[in-house]
């Protein structure tokens, strides 16, 4: 299965962010019910794989905190746009239990992640069909862009199926932040 761990959103942060999508013309937006924030990709995993990372998971301790989001951006890739997304507010916390998560992953046999954390919600996947004009146009008119402080009071292993159209995301197992 391809798995990766998580921040689920709560439906009112999902309904907030939904209101940022349309304007684009070719973008691809993701589905109110897929929004999430990426803690660590795991990718394809045997289900033996599966069980030692959900021990190494549940045995991490780390405070519940407040998330808020805050800003657009992009990813670019080859000098192109390619996602948009939700920016998170600096937060000390939510770098914590990601180095947590990626200790316990590495205690279960992952190798490091090498990519920095770059916390984000991907709102949309785009490509040439997006005019660069148009990505600018919506990152500026949407600058200010801050949703409420949310409680997070707990992290996920989601599992993913590639669909046609979009991904489904399965919330396998819930871990409890203290
Ligand atoms: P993204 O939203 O920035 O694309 C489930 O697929 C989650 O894992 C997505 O949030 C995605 O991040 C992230 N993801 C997918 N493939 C990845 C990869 N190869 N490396 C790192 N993260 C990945």
């Not at 660590?40 to 069980?51: H, L």
């Not at 780390?62 to 507010?89: C, D, M, Y």
């Not at 148009?134 to 801050?146: C, E, I, M, S, T």
């Amino acid at each position: 299965m391809r798995l990766f761990v998580g921040l689920a959103l709560p439906w009112p942060l999902k309904e907030r962010l939904a209101m940022l999508a349309g304007g684009l013309p070719g973008a691809r937006w993701v589905p109110t019910e897929n929004y999430h924030l990426t803690l660590r990709f795991i990718g394809e995993t045997p289900a033996y794989k599966a069980e030692e990372i959900d021990h190494a998971l549940a045995a991490l301790r780390a405070p519940a905190f407040s998330l808020t989001l805050s800003g657009i951006g992009v990813f670019e890739k080859g000098g192109r746009s390619v996602s948009l997304w939700a920016g998170v507010e600096r937060n000390p916390q939510l770098d914590h239990l990601q180095g947590k998560v990626e200790t316990a992953l590495q205690r279960a046999g992952m190798p490091p992640e090498r990519r920095r954390f770059s916390p984000h919600v991907t709102l949309a996947r785009l490509n040439d069909s997006v005019a660069p004009a148009k990505v600018a146009g919506f990152v500026q008119a949407h600058n200010l862009f801050r949703a409420a402080p949310e409680p997070m009071t707990h992290f996920t292993l989601f599992s993913s199926r590639l669909g046609k159209e979009a991904s489904v995301y399965t919330p396998e197992v819930e871990y409890e932040l203290t």
